[in-house]
């Protein structure tokens, strides 16, 4: 029975696959990634349960909320529904997929990965550990980088930075912000070309264990103050980690003294645990002093008789 009930419905399916396209898809419509294709097909998804099919009186949310409690449950252990790839990373620190291709961290050139291929997006694994996570290219020949799987080469070349194709991808991706460019501006000003630039990918390789928001905050008050080390970025980094936990003061508070950036020095040794030892002493070493000089004035009275 479920053979011809399949059947019977599979020209209504396709031809409300039709509809859909039709009233949606004519003309293309223009969108910036998949991500947000899939955001407008699910609103026009919660449309449509709205809507009547032919003369049915019920809709199709209602329709569905009766059929639904009849369906089987979905199985205990998922399925894989992506391809399988196994592409060697290149010199560059990039796989084949298909007719593009995808950067990993640089470590893996030369290794073989392996990468699951879904209809949004693509994960590499390097044994069973996720190294690289990427939006599916849709264009044929096009190439997509992380800025982060380069940092460790850039921090050694950093005069290849500022022309790299990886950060240009961070540019438009929103993850290389105007806070970043004017951080490393006034790096540079302050330290030089190539140590200033050196300063900012170290500031990047923060990202690794803080979060993105955390590391531009951190960025913003050491511009604010003139500390341009990724030292202090990264102690600024943490205070606003920490001012998320703690209740906010009070707006009204006047006469506050300026937000300050401190060294990380500073800060190390004010969380120190206190010294209770005494202060040392050199009153042996002044007994000594003074016994040398007896000892040498005998000495002379001796040479003189």
């Known amino acids: 029975m479920l053979a011809v009930l399949a059947v019977r419905e599979k020209g209504g399916v396709e031809g409300q696959i039709g509809y859909f396209r039709r009233n949606h898809f004519v003309p293309v419509p223009e969108v910036s990634s998949l991500a947000e294709l899939n955001e407008m097909v699910e609103q026009w998804d919660r449309q449509d349960d709205a809507r009547r ?40 620190g990039q796989i084949p997929v298909r007719t593009n291709r995808y950067s990993v961290p640089i470590r893996l050139i030369g290794k073989r990965v392996r990468v699951i291929l879904h209809a949004s997006h693509l994960v590499v ?9 990427h939006e599916r290219l849709i264009a044929k020949g096009a190439v997509r980088l992380e800025l982060d799987h380069y ?3 850039l921090v050694r070349k950093p005069g290849a930075f500022p022309g790299s194709t990886a950060l240009e991808q961070a540019r438009s991706a929103g993850k290389f912000t105007p806070v970043h460019d004017a951080w490393w ?5 302050t330290h030089g070309e190539r140590d200033g630039t050196r300063a900012l990918i170290e500031v990047l390789l923060l990202g690794r ?58 800060w190390r040794l004010a969380h120190l645990p206190p010294d209770t030892r005494p202060l040392p002493s050199v009153s042996h070493y002044d007994q000594l002093l003074r016994r040398r000089r007896t000892s040498g004035s005998g000495h002379r009275e001796g040479e003189a008789q």
């Open 53 to 92: 099919i032919g003369s049915r009186s019920r809709t199709i949310a209602e329709d569905f909320a009766l059929e639904q409690p009849l369906l089987m449950p979905l199985p205990a252990e998922p399925f894989e529904t992506g391809r399988l790839f196994t592409p060697r990373v290149d010199r560059y």
């Open 125 to 133: 694994y390097d044994q069973n550990v996720e190294v690289a996570r």
């Open 151 to 153: 940092l460790e080469v």
């Open 185 to 189: 501006t006034q790096a540079m000003k």
């Open 209 to 266: 264990h803080m979060p993105h928001e955390h590391v531009v905050a951190g960025l913003a008050a050491a511009l604010r103050a003139g500390a341009m080390t990724a030292d202090a970025v990264a102690l600024e980094a943490r205070k606003a980690a920490q001012a998320e936990t703690e209740p906010a003061p009070d707006s009204r508070a006047v006469g506050q003294p300026p937000a300050t950036v401190t060294s990380l020095h500073e």
